[in-house]
Each structure stands twice: as C-alpha cells, then as structure tokens.
Nanobody, 124 residues
C-alpha cells in the first residue's frame, strides 16, 4: 500500500523560504514521477513540479520556476520541495503525489496516490 506523508509546511513572511518533504513508502522509485501540487481555497489543484526517478529530470510550472526546486533522495524514499522568495499568493495546501509512468503529466488526475497535504501560509 502506497503511503505519502508531507511535512515542513508552516507560516512565513513574504520573501522567506520553506522546504517541504514527502516521505514515501510502499512503492518503488523506479520508472516513476513524483510531483508537487498545491490548492488554495476556491481554486483548482495546481501542478508545481515533477521529478523523474530514473534520472533526476525535473519540470516546473512557470509560476514557480526559478523560486522552487524539487529534488529526491531515493535512499530515503523522500522527495523535497525547496521554496524560496515566497509570496502571499503561494499560500495553499501543498500535496505530493506519485505517478507510475515514464511519461510526464501535469494533470492531477494522472497521479494515482496522494499525501494528506501540508499547509503553507505566507504573510505580506
């Protein structure tokens, strides 16, 4: 049974940084994408970044490119999202998710397993 557990959320001031972690269990990191999404109240779930287990290839949404960095530690079965220069509009619940495929997807519906989320709040 796949289990994803996010941590590292919190409240920061604009311009601050946070690093989110997603600890995975019950899955193999081979031929798999791990992704980070976020959802603000009243908005759709938004794809932020994905990393491919087979070669550390990373992809980012334009809204976070240059500010957020996705990385993974396969030995620890953990994926990270380093978030710099946070803005109030980054306030949302952040989720990690996994997709067993070698094909990248930016669609939430293509990711099968999800964590429970961790809240990030950025004040101005």
């Amino acid at each position: 049974q796949v289990r994803l557990v996010e941590s590292g959320g919190g409240s920061v001031e604009a311009g601050g940084s946070l690093t989110l972690s997603c600890a995975a269990s019950g899955l193999s990191f081979h031929t798999r994408y791990m992704g980070w999404f976020r959802q603000a109240p009243g908005k759709e779930r938004e794809w932020l970044a994905s990393i491919y287990s087979g070669g550390d290839t990373t992809f980012y949404a334009d809204s976070v490119k240059g500010r957020f960095t996705i990385s993974q530690d396969i030995a620890k079965a953990t994926v990270y999202l380093r978030m710099n220069d946070l803005k109030p509009e980054d306030t949302a619940m952040y989720y990690c998710a996994t997709r067993s495929s070698w094909v990248l997807s930016r669609l939430a519906g293509d990711y099968r397993d999800w964590g429970q989320g961790t809240q990030v709040t950025v004040s101005s």
